[in-house]
T-cell receptor
């Protein structure tokens, strides 16, 4: 039973446009959410996070939105760049600290 | 500052053979994690250490997998005997406390023939 879901296995976006990656979760005990980015043959790297007390967090071109009532979060990348092409993992942590990852979405930014 | 270091990067073995993976976390990080990542899936936690203590090993298949973190620094993950289904990438990560911001190594890719 997946507690963190990323229903789009892949996404293609034109360079300069907005990329929107979606994530849904089922566990209402999750209180901290993270996005990780992974290039081939490398480990995931932390990108951005958001606490459940907020509904938005922004860091440069990356913004994460959290809708607790819908148990949904999204990552917006504006503008998208070819170097953003990677697999993006949504992750969530309940108060007892175990980080649970979604299956990932592969983003391709087309020049 | 050095990141999380894992070795070997790649390992090919025959089924029923043993294999071991080593991880050196970021200096000062007291929490260490071993994750398993199958193709097309997200990382799944195998075991989490707080210093030397394994605080969450509920997903570790203890009949064939074992792990240790001596002196609360380096860690070793062992599989004995390996099975075909163990082919995957084994990721080590560390964090300072339990902020959730994990720092991952490059992973050890295991192929069992």
């Amino acid at each position: 039973d997946q507690q963190v879901k990323q229903n789009s296995p892949s996404l293609s976006v034109q360079e300069g446009r907005i990329s929107i990656l979606n994530c849904d979760y089922t566990n209402s005990m999750f209180d901290y959410f993270l996005w990780y980015k992974k290039y081939p043959a490398e480990g995931p790297t932390f990108l951005i996070s958001i606490s459940s007390i907020k509904d938005k967090n922004e860091d440069g071109r990356f913004t994460v939105f959290l809708n607790k009532s819908a148990k949904h979060l999204s990552l917006h990348i504006v503008p998208s760049q070819p170097g953003d092409s990677a697999v993006y993992f949504c992750a969530a942590r309940p108060s007892y600290d175990k980080v649970i990852f979604g299956p990932g979405t592969s983003l391709s930014v087309i020049p | 500052e050095a990141g999380v270091v894992q070795s070997p990067r790649y390992k090919i073995i025959e089924k029923k053979q043993p294999v071991a993976f080593w991880c050196n976390p970021i200096s000062g990080h007291n929490t260490l994690y071993w994750y398993l990542q199958n193709l097309g899936q997200g990382p799944e936690l195998l075991i989490r250490y707080e210093n030397e203590e394994a605080v969450d090993d509920s997903q570790l298949p203890k009949d064939r997998f074992s792990a240790e973190r001596l002196k609360g620094v380096d860690s070793t993950l062992k599989i004995q005997p390996a099975e075909l289904g163990d082919s995957a990438v084994y990721l080590c990560a560390s964090s300072f406390g339990s902020t959730g911001e994990l720092f991952f190594g490059e992973g050890s890719r295991l192929t069992v023939l």
